[in-house]
């Protein structure tokens, strides 16, 4: 009530009173005591007097003016009546006013207090104060120090970081021309580093500490250089951070506990397990850090030391932190163990595992799913099977890699029932089979040869969405390459009834398959499904169905083989019907039609296929006794250059026939051409070498000297080689029946028994004497 009373004198007696916030004046005689107060009661009447107004001397303290007298205001009744302005009146005119009409300026002291009370969490009328006691003559730069830190307290947050940067950059403006004022603006300065860096602003933080440096500011602090090297790591960029870690080593910082937990795991992560490894040993060793290294680190190091095998180092510290306390996660004790398992070292990380059981350690899904697979790709299937069904007993749901990887491993080991198990168990967990588990299926199925089941699985493959017509080909890929053709046909049967096709590659391998084993009944509709989907019969398909007729001994095989020949459309087949008709109805002599027909013949890319070729037409001509049409082919060939090095002349010394890379019928055919060509040379040139060879290797040796022996010829049969003096050739191709050899055909046993009695009882009918060669015109010289 007594205040209540003073305040309407005081009212009454200074009524145009006005607020003065002045700079305090520190005075050890206070001013005396000027005019009285009185005191009044309700009635109006007058209690007591007494002085109630103390003069102040303007720019020497708080003050209210109540009139004309100054009266004195405490530092917070000060602060907070400007803190109420700061709040009523947004930044603008409207403060400005106010604030440049106080008589005097407030203290730095009474700023403070009044920011510090202001709400922190809105900094605009903190920023105010701030702004408007910048622009004041008063607020020196080197006192400014601690408004700016108050102020930047303010603003955590991404959404503040354009009053950040306006601040540090003022900073920053201040110390350029004075070092010395930048020194005591670092704490501000560290601090709008280490705000910007908290908000994730990467690039602005980064721009602001590449500033200081630049401009020469040595007094970071080691939680600057935290904060910077924690951005770095959550942006992903550990390189930058090393960066940022090495230029703190060359700083006047001391790395603190925050710095190792950020470093130690990230340079093993980042591969730099020896770095790691050093500053981990630095960080035990220093004085100053009474506490023991964190789990973090250990975890980290444990786990990324295992991965990089570095078993003994990795199981040390695993050791080293169980001594300290540390009971291991999951997750440690799975990168232990994985470790472990990578190494090859299986025996002991079940060892561990077993262990960890005993101790209570319940291993979680990760662990069980590693093991599982780490034993099956191993080849432990049972206990893979084993730790398999004690995942699914703990309430683990398998991966449909765990699962993928059981089916894999027990189809690679020929186990049908233990695969198909573990794939009806994938089933009915609802997982959906993979690409690789249905192949891996189906190719166990193919080798055991098990067709239904394997049917089943394709379909269900289909119908899960996956392409089955690679799967379905290889399948039968199988059964060819086997010998299985009846389960290669059946399959094929399987394949067409679902709708699946194979290419034309497998097609013409079935089909040669059945024609190996004599199925040409099979083979005739996938000759004529491989012509019908424009497949191409080459030579080398055409020469080896030609082949099996050479080799072919029914009668009914031959009439089968020779359709299929048919349904080929090659040229070659045109050729062969035309070569074993006669002259009126080919209209031109054999040797004529012949050079025709390997005159159309594309050497550069069918040259080995056009060899093959006469190799199995000369067969086929010898065994059907059409000696002059085999003869006629092998001119051909051997003028078209298709057997270069077949005939060598040596002038007078050595003539040479090499038979080694020919058939059998090639062979007797070119052997007969060939010594009738020396003939002529010898006979009717006088030309005789020293020696003449057969080189038949040993394949031939046995079918060209037998072939001779039964003319007496005066070859020598050696290991791989047939070779006589060429005047004893020469003796020997007077021989009537030589000649007979050599212009007709290979002569039957008759033949050669009448060449025996003919030797043994000489005759002089005339058409004996007619098979005697004339003389040469040089010899009669």
């Given at each position: ?5 003073r305040?309407?004198h ?7 009173r006005?607020?003065l916030?002045?700079?305090?004046y ?9 005019e ?10 007058v ?7 103390r ?11 109540a009139?004309?007298?100054?009266l ?12 109420s302005l700061?709040?009523r009146h947004?930044w ?12 005097s300026?407030p203290?730095?002291?009474v ?7 202001l709400?922190?969490?809105d ?11 910048r622009?004041?003559?008063w607020c020196?730069p ?6 700016f830190n ?19 950059d ?6 350029e021309?004075d070092?010395?004022?930048l ?18 602003l990467l690039e602005?933080?980064f ?13 970071f ?10 951005l ?18 060359t ?6 506990s ?7 795991p990230?340079?093993a ?29 250990y ?9 990089a095998?570095r ?5 040390g510290?695993?050791k080293?932190m ?11 004790n ?11 070292k299986l025996?002991?990380?079940m ?6 059981k005993?101790?209570?350690?319940r291993p979680?899904y990760s ?7 780490a034993?099956a ?15 699914e ?21 020929g186990?049908?029932?233990?695969a198909?198990?573990?794939y009806?168990s ?13 192949t891996?299926?189906?190719?166990l199925?193919?080798k055991?040869?098990?067709v239904?089941l ?5 379909l269900?493959?289909k119908?899960?969405g ?13 059964y ?18 679902a ?15 059945c024609?190996?084993?004599?199925m ?6 996938l ?12 030579w080398?398909?055409y ?10 001994q029914?009668e009914?095989n031959e009439?089968?083989i020779?359709?299929i020949?048919?349904i080929?459309?090659?040229k070659a087949?045109e050729f062969l019907?035309?070569l074993?008709t006669?002259p ?6 054999v ?14 890319s ?9 190799n199995?037409l ?20 051997y ?9 060598v ?5 050595a003539?040479?026939?090499d ?8 062979a007797?055919v ?17 030309v005789?070498?020293?020696r003449?060879?057969?080189v038949t290797?040993?394949?031939l ?9 039964s003319l007496e010829?005066?070859?020598?049969v ?10 004893a ?8 029946i ?13 033949d ?11 005759s002089?009918?005339p ?9 040469p015109?040089?010899m009669?010289k």
């Amino acid at each position: 009530m007594l205040r209540l009373l003073r305040s309407r004198h005081l009212s009454s007696v200074f009524p145009n009173r006005t607020l003065l916030l002045c700079k305090p004046y520190s005075t050890t005689t206070p001013p005396p005591w000027t005019e009285t107060v009185d005191y009044l009661d309700e009635s109006g009447s007058v209690i007591s007097t007494s002085p109630g107004a103390r003069p102040v001397i303007p720019s020497q303290d708080s003050t209210i003016l109540a009139g004309s007298v100054p009266l004195p205001v405490s530092h917070p009744i000060a602060a907070a009546r400007l803190a109420s302005l700061a709040l009523r009146h947004p930044w603008g005119p409207d403060l400005l006013s106010r604030l440049d009409s106080l008589p005097s300026p407030p203290s730095l002291s009474v700023l403070l207090i009044s920011i510090s009370s202001l709400p922190s969490s809105d900094p605009t009328p903190s920023l105010s104060l701030f702004k408007w006691a910048r622009r004041q003559n008063w607020c020196e730069p080197r006192q400014s120090e601690p408004l700016f830190n108050l102020v930047l307290q303010r603003l955590k947050g991404s959404e503040h970081s354009e009053h950040v940067l306006n601040l540090f950059d003022e900073m920053l403006s201040l110390g350029e021309k004075d070092q010395e004022l930048l020194s005591n603006l670092s704490p501000s300065l560290n601090l709008a580093v280490q705000l910007l860096a908290s908000a994730s602003l990467l690039e602005l933080s980064f721009a602001c500490f590449k500033k200081l440096k630049d401009h020469g500011f040595t007094h970071f602090t080691t939680q600057t250089f935290n904060s910077m090297i924690t951005l770095f790591l959550t942006k992903g960029l550990p390189y930058k951070a090393f960066e940022i870690y090495e230029s703190m080593e060359t700083s006047q910082c001391t790395l603190d506990s925050e710095t190792y937990e950020l470093m130690v795991p990230a340079l093993a992560k980042s591969g730099r397990l020896d770095s790691a490894l050093k500053l981990f040993g630095d960080m035990k060793l220093r004085e100053d850090n009474k506490s023991r290294p964190c789990f973090g680190i250990y975890s980290s190091l444990v786990d990324c030391l295992g991965k990089a095998g570095r078993l003994d180092a990795a199981t040390g510290l695993y050791k080293e932190m169980q001594n300290l306390g540390y009971k291991p996660t999951n997750a440690t004790n799975a990168s232990i163990i994985e470790a472990l398992v990578k190494a090859g070292k299986l025996d002991a990380g079940m060892e561990l595992w077993e262990e960890m059981k005993r101790v209570g350690f319940r291993p979680n899904y990760s662990l069980y799913t590693m093991m599982v697979e780490a034993n099956a790709k191993s080849g432990k299937l049972d206990a893979a099977a084993s730790l398999f069904n004690e995942m699914e007993k703990a309430g683990f749901f398998p991966t449909p890699a765990t699962y993928a990887c059981l089916i894999e491993m027990h189809s690679a080991a020929g186990q049908v029932e233990p695969a198909m198990r573990a794939y009806g168990s994938m089933l009915n967990a609802g997982v959906r089979p993979g690409l690789g588990t249905f192949t891996s299926l189906l190719t166990l199925l193919a080798k055991k040869k098990m067709v239904d089941l394997a049917a089943k699985i394709l379909l269900e493959m289909k119908a899960s969405g996956f392409p089955v017509e690679v799967n379905a080909s290889d399948m039968l890929m199988v059964y060819i390459k086997d010998g299985s053709t009846e389960l290669a046909l059946k399959w094929l049967r399987f394949m067409d009834s679902a709708g699946i096709r194979t290419n034309n590659f497998i097609i013409r391998q079935l089909f040669e398959s059945c024609m190996k084993t004599g199925m040409y009944e099979s083979a005739r509709p996938l000759l004529e499904a491989y012509v019908g989907s424009t497949g191409k019969v080459d030579w080398i398909l055409y020469t080896s169905i030609l082949a099996h007729l050479v080799r072919c001994q029914l009668e009914a095989n031959e009439r089968a083989i020779m359709e299929i020949l048919s349904i080929t459309n090659h040229k070659a087949h045109e050729f062969l019907c035309d070569l074993f008709t006669g002259p009126e109805q080919r209209k031109k002599p054999v040797l004529t039609f012949v050079r025709e027909f390997f005159q159309g013949i594309d050497y550069e890319s069918e040259e080995n296929a056009a060899r093959y070729f006469v190799n199995v037409l000369l067969n086929y001509l010898v065994l059907m006794g059409q000696m002059n049409r085999a003869r006629c082919v092998w001119k051909v060939a051997y003028e078209s250059k298709l057997f270069p090095k077949a005939i060598v002349f040596d002038q007078h010394i050595a003539w040479s026939l090499d038979v080694r890379n020919l058939s059998v019928g090639a062979a007797l055919v070119s052997v007969v051409h060939t010594l009738h060509r020396f003939r002529k040379r010898m006979l009717y040139y006088g030309v005789v070498p020293r020696r003449i060879k057969l080189v038949t290797g040993p394949t031939l040796k046995m079918v060209v000297a037998q072939v001779l022996e039964s003319l007496e010829s005066p070859f020598e049969v050696s290991k791989v080689v047939l070779r006589a003096p060429g005047d004893a050739v020469l003796e020997w191709f007077k021989k009537p029946i030589v000649q007979q050899f050599l212009l007709n055909e290979i002569p039957s046993k008759g033949d050669v028994l009448m060449h025996r009695l003919n030797v043994l009882f000489p005759s002089s009918a005339p058409e004996v004497r007619a098979l005697s060669p004339p003389k040469p015109f040089s010899m009669g010289k």
